[in-house]
């Protein structure tokens, strides 16, 4: 049994309707016993099709008209087929009711399949704007599964199996309680459902996907090491599944976690609307300033991550100092519920700051690349050593990268070295933005055009999903051990990287040594 009807057998329909005739005009007989004798009728005529044209009748009679499909479509899903598993409400649904009922602030997050509170007319393309909450992967993801073209309802034969569990925000709700068993209680409920699911079991966990919608630290606790985030990625019963995520640690093997972009505030439905938004992205004079940085400053410096925490002031302050580079204090106009006003500095700039924050990752990198402007980082961990599907492996291509430690402690001079860079690398960067790398990390509106060419975040997902091999343990062990995800981009602007100590409490601790090499330690 398969939805869409795109896998139903291709039989012809006139076999089945000449069958039909017989049934009809007992139908029209009315009699019980007109009934028997045409319901034999019937069997006779089907039996006499079968052995005069035996390929009209092939395959499965009275196919439906919806699932007579073209050979295309069957072409099209070779290989691509997706199982969604029909867990209960209590993995997904009620985790968004408790919310609503409880958190009225949080519930308007899931609006329009998770794409939040419209924004229409606040900026060109007038209807693809949205209040879109950082962390809605979960529900997005899902929602655009849903509509995927080439599901099937057969746990036997899909290639890819994705369970739709909204973990990262049932994480959220119990991140800041003390209670260990809490942030575990729903993951465990999980494993143990997926345990008892026949394909899980045949597959061992292979060609499973969950979609994480936070970052990868709040779901690795290792029990005895830190208080922080559920242990999801640390079930052994989920080894071989591949999860995505907001931000990944780069020490673990990319075919079982891999970071995905954050979701921004544009999502186009059609290549019409995605190109208008290209258009005006390309053709923005960008005379208001030459950099940018919209980011909340860290006061508090006595928890989380104090060496970044001191990069952002120090950036914050060369900012101010400037002449050429624009503040927005995200903490006084509230950044994420007002995301044009955010592109609208960005589209007046040429380059935009990205410091880290609580982690090296942050969304500000993708509102920045989706406004066509150029990132300037700090440490290879905020994009280079993260999201190996949607951006280009050469970092430089699109980016401009600096020391941290020269700039916290060294007093580098961020914006004089960026008024240095010539203006034919710059309109580099820009083209490489605007045409490779804004399509591929915007998410589509679920409601997007089916003729929509461009792929968008999920599609290259997909992509990387279904093209890869899904090899064993065994394979990757003795593969060859050389992390090609790990390199950092040899032109850099600084090729020694040293990543300060992240020494907030309780989080995790970020050691990156020496070039060409990076080294994470959770600690
Ligand atoms: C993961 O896959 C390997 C090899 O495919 C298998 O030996 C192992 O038992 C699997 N792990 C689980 C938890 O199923
Ligand atoms: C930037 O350029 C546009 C058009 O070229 C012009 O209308 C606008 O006033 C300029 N803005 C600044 C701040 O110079
Ligand atoms: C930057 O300047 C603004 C306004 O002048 C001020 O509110 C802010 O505290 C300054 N930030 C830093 C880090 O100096
Ligand atoms: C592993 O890959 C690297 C770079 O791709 C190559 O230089 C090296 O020779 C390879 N080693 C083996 C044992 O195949
Ligand atoms: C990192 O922390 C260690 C020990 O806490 C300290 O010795 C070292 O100097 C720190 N490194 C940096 C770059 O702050």
């Not at 941290?404 to 240095?420: M, P, Q, S, T």
Request: include cysteine.
């Amino acid at each position: 049994m398969y939805s869409e009807g795109i896998f139903g057998a291709p039989s012809p329909k006139s076999g089945p309707k000449v069958v039909w005739r017989w049934v009809l005009l007992c139908m029209v007989l009315g009699t019980t016993g007109a009934l028997v004798i045409c319901g034999f009728l019937a069997g006779l005529g089907n039996y006499v099709m079968r052995q005069q044209n035996p390929s009209l009748m092939m395959e499965a009679e009275f196919v439906p008209e919806a699932q007579v499909i073209d050979s295309q479509k069957i072409r099209l899903c070779q290989g691509k087929r997706i199982y969604i598993y029909d867990l209960p409400r209590q993995f997904n649904l009620d985790i968004l009711d408790g919310y609503c009922e409880n958190e009225p602030v949080i519930c308007p997050r899931f609006m329009n399949s998770g794409l939040g509170f419209e924004l229409h007319h606040v900026m060109d393309p007038i209807e693809t704007w949205y209040r879109t909450d950082q962390f809605s992967m979960d529900i997005l993801f899902h929602e655009r599964i849903r509509k995927y073209p080439c599901l099937t309802e057969d746990p036997d034969s899909a290639d890819l199996y994705y369970a739709p569990y909204y973990v990262g925000w049932d994480v959220l709700e119990y991140l800041w309680r003390p209670e260990i068993q809490l942030r575990d209680k729903m993951m465990q409920r999980f494993i143990g459902w997926m345990m008892a699911q026949p394909s899980f079991n045949r597959l061992q966990g292979h060609k499973h996907l969950l979609v994480l919608g936070r970052i990868v630290w709040d779901f690795d606790r290792k029990e005895e090491t830190s208080r922080w985030g559920n242990s999801l990625l640390s079930a052994p019963e989920l080894e071989n599944v591949t999860a995505v995520m907001l931000e990944r640690n780069p020490s673990i093997n990319p075919e079982k976690e891999m970071a995905v972009p954050y979701p921004t505030a544009f999502h186009p439905r059609s290549d019409w609307e995605l190109m208008l938004w290209k258009k005006k992205v390309a053709t923005s004079p960008r005379n208001g300033s030459l950099v940018s940085l919209a980011a909340t400053p860290r006061r508090d410096k006595t928890k989380g991550s104090v060496m970044y925490y001191f990069l952002r002031d120090t950036l914050f302050d060369q900012c101010n100092k400037s002449e050429v580079c624009t503040v927005l204090m995200c903490d006084q106009i509230n950044c994420e519920s007002n995301p044009h006003l955010v592109t609208s500095l960005l589209l007046q700039s040429t380059f935009c700051l990205q410091p880290p924050g609580d982690s090296p990752t942050r969304k500000g990198v993708f509102d920045c690349l989706v406004a066509g402007t150029i990132p300037v980082f700090f440490t290879p961990l905020s994009a280079h050593q993260q999201y190996l599907w949607h951006l280009p492996p050469n970092g430089n291509s699109y980016s401009v990268l600096f020391d941290e430690v020269e700039v916290r402690d060294n007093g580098f001079d961020v914006i004089a070295a960026l008024k240095e860079i010539p203006a034919s690398r710059i309109e580099r960067m820009q083209r490489t933005i605007v045409e490779d790398i804004l399509p591929a990390v915007v998410y589509d509106h679920p409601d997007r055009d089916p003729e929509k060419k461009s792929r968008d975040a999920i599609d290259r997902i997909l992509d990387h999903l279904f093209s890869r091999d899904h090899q064993t343990r065994e394979d990757k062990d003795s593969a060859n051990k050389s992390n090609r995800y790990m390199e950092i981009p040899e032109t850099a602007v600084y090729p020694m990287i040293t990543v300060g100590n992240n020494s907030g409490l309780g989080r995790h601790h970020v050691i990156v040594q020496a070039a060409h090499q990076a080294v994470i330690i959770v600690l």
